[in-house]
């Protein structure tokens, strides 16, 4: 991906060159006529020396003399057919170039011993090709000139320029919403990075007042939510237990106690996203992860069984992490619920600790979940199963977050891989 420096230089580079080389007709042309401009004044300083000079002492004799040595300032005969005293430009035989060049031409009127002559001072001039490839040549060097000059003097200013940028860039990557602290922005004298600044603020400060108001929230109600649950699933014990109650009485009750089980586990679940957001969790110790893992699956086994899932586990090398114990053992209950709930009947799910990794890999739908969507808030990820309430996985992901730890997800075999590397 390009920085927005090196695309800014780029193309400024780019259309300073196009721009140069549209000017080019019109540089070419601009050279010309000055180099045809001072040839003129070249001519004619010739033609007013020699009749200041040599024409006072100058005879017919000499003319053969001058002809003979000075090709291109020469001694005629009358003509009315040419123009005096103007400059004029015709196409005539070159011996140095042995081919018909343009000149640059100056006659005019002189007396040589009372008799009427024409003096002609001519100069050859640079043909169009030897100026264009001169012109290219300028050009060339002009662009190389530009191209590292600016590259330069860009690297030199931006360095001083885009640090508050950069600086704020920085700090931007580094905030992190749970810890809630609004990043401190440095004043410059440049009038848009301090609007950024103060927009930042503004809009950072807004956010963490939002998401502290909603954590408050999900706590005070899971909470308060806890109290009536208990109450509603303690009334329908009693129901259940009373005499008398028929077949379709129980069946009620019954759905009404699963739906009642799975408002306590809603509630637990959003209780403990709130507890992790708030950092209650901050006793810390080294266990052994193989540990954690077969206490646990002991608890999960007959869930697993239940469906027909054979549970396989591996241990590629010892593996002790620092750890809150509750938090790691809710990850392994989270990944190991989720793994079962979206198997296949007669299913496999691979458990393997290695080197630094906790991988888990079930056997379930023939194609791959969206990692987009996989780990957020009452995600479900499968149609086909109502059974969770896609708090799972968002569930680990906080975990993982809380831990500093790093938790994947691929689709390789068939097989839904979720990997949580401990590095």
Same mark, same amino acid.
């Given at each position: 991906?390009?920085?927005?420096? *090196?695309?800014? =230089?780029?193309?400024?580079?780019?259309?300073?060159?196009?721009?140069?080389? /549209? /000017?080019m007709?019109? !540089?070419?042309?601009?050279?010309k006529? *000055?180099?045809?401009?001072?040839?003129?004044?070249?001519?004619?300083?010739?033609?007013?020396? !020699?009749?200041e000079?040599? =024409?006072p002492t100058?005879?017919?004799?000499?003319?053969?003399?001058? @002809?003979?040595? %000075?090709e291109?300032? &020469?001694? +005629?005969?009358?003509?009315d057919?040419?123009?005096? %005293?103007?400059?004029?430009?015709q196409?005539?035989?070159?011996?140095?170039?042995?081919?018909?060049?343009?000149?640059?031409?100056?006659?005019?009127?002189?007396?040589?011993?009372?008799?009427?002559?024409l003096?002609?001072?001519?100069?050859?001039?640079? $043909?169009?090709?030897?100026?264009?490839?001169?012109?290219?040549?300028q050009?060339?060097?002009?662009?190389?000139?530009?191209?590292? *000059?600016?590259?330069?003097?860009?690297? !030199?200013? *931006?360095?001083?320029?885009?640090i508050?940028f950069?600086?704020?860039?920085?700090?931007?990557k580094?905030?992190?919403?749970?810890?809630?602290?609004?990043p401190?922005?440095?004043?410059? %004298?440049?009038?848009?990075?301090?609007?950024?600044?103060?927009?930042? $603020? $503004?809009?950072?400060?807004?956010?963490?007042?939002?998401?502290?108001q909603?954590?408050?929230?999900?706590?005070?109600?899971?909470h308060e939510?806890?109290?009536?649950?208990?109450? !509603?699933?303690?009334?329908?014990?009693?129901? =259940?237990q009373?005499p008398?109650?028929?077949?379709?009485?129980?069946?009620?009750?019954?759905?009404?106690?699963?739906?009642?089980?799975?408002?306590?586990?809603? @509630?637990?679940?959003?209780? #403990?996203?709130?507890?992790?957001? @708030? @950092?209650?969790?901050?006793?810390?110790?080294e266990?052994?992860?193989?540990?954690? #893992?077969?206490?646990?699956l002991?608890?999960? &086994?007959?869930?697993?069984?239940?469906?027909?899932i054979?549970? %396989?586990?591996?241990?590629?090398?010892?593996?002790r992490?620092?750890?809150n114990i509750?938090?790691?053992?809710?990850?392994i209950?989270? =990944? +190991?619920?989720?793994?079962i709930?979206?198997?296949?009947?007669?299913?496999?799910?691979?458990i393997?600790?290695?080197?630094?990794?906790?991988?888990?890999?079930?056997?379930?739908?023939?194609?791959?979940?969206?990692?987009e969507?996989?780990?957020?808030?009452?995600?479900?990820?499968?149609?086909?199963?109502?059974?969770?309430n896609?708090?799972?996985?968002?569930?680990?992901y906080q975990? /993982?977050?809380?831990?500093n730890?790093?938790i994947?997800?691929?689709?390789?075999?068939?097989m839904h +891989?979720f990997?949580?590397d401990f590095?």
């Amino acid at each position: 991906m390009k920085s927005l420096l *090196s695309t800014n =230089l780029r193309q400024f580079l780019m259309y300073a060159i196009i721009i140069i080389l /549209c /000017c080019m007709p019109l !540089f070419f042309y601009l050279m010309k006529y *000055s180099y045809t401009e001072d040839l003129d004044d070249l001519i004619i300083f010739r033609a007013e020396e !020699f009749a200041e000079k040599h =024409l006072p002492t100058f005879t017919i004799a000499d003319i053969s003399v001058w @002809n003979e040595f %000075n090709e291109d300032m &020469q001694i +005629v005969k009358t003509n009315d057919s040419i123009p005096l %005293n103007k400059l004029i430009q015709q196409y005539l035989f070159n011996k140095s170039e042995g081919h018909h060049i343009d000149y640059r031409i100056y006659y005019t009127s002189i007396e040589i011993e009372n008799k009427p002559y024409l003096f002609m001072s001519r100069i050859p001039m640079i $043909e169009n090709h030897d100026l264009i490839n001169m012109q290219i040549r300028q050009y060339g060097l002009l662009i190389l000139i530009l191209i590292i *000059s600016l590259t330069l003097v860009q690297r !030199f200013i *931006s360095r001083k320029l885009w640090i508050p940028f950069y600086d704020i860039l920085e700090k931007i990557k580094s905030f992190n919403l749970d810890k809630g602290d609004i990043p401190v922005f440095n004043k410059t %004298n440049i009038h848009e990075f301090n609007q950024l600044n103060h927009s930042l $603020e $503004e809009l950072i400060g807004d956010n963490l007042k939002k998401y502290s108001q909603q954590k408050e929230f999900i706590e005070n109600a899971s909470h308060e939510l806890q109290t009536p649950i208990s109450v !509603f699933q303690t009334q329908l014990d009693i129901l =259940l237990q009373q005499p008398g109650l028929t077949e379709k009485h129980v069946e009620i009750l019954q759905k009404l106690y699963d739906v009642s089980s799975r408002m306590t586990r809603l @509630n637990k679940n959003l209780l #403990l996203l709130a507890k992790i957001d @708030n @950092n209650h969790y901050q006793e810390m110790r080294e266990v052994e992860l193989a540990e954690t #893992l077969n206490k646990q699956l002991s608890i999960l &086994q007959y869930m697993a069984e239940d469906y027909a899932i054979r549970i %396989n586990t591996y241990t590629e090398a010892p593996l002790r992490i620092k750890a809150n114990i509750f938090l790691l053992e809710s990850l392994i209950n989270n =990944l +190991v619920i989720n793994s079962i709930f979206y198997n296949k009947k007669y299913g496999i799910l691979d458990i393997t600790i290695s080197d630094k990794k906790l991988t888990i890999a079930n056997t379930g739908d023939s194609k791959p979940l969206e990692k987009e969507k996989l780990f957020g808030r009452f995600n479900q990820t499968s149609e086909k199963n109502k059974k969770g309430n896609g708090l799972g996985l968002s569930i680990v992901y906080q975990i /993982c977050k809380f831990h500093n730890w790093n938790i994947n997800y691929s689709f390789t075999n068939d097989m839904h +891989v979720f990997t949580v590397d401990f590095n």
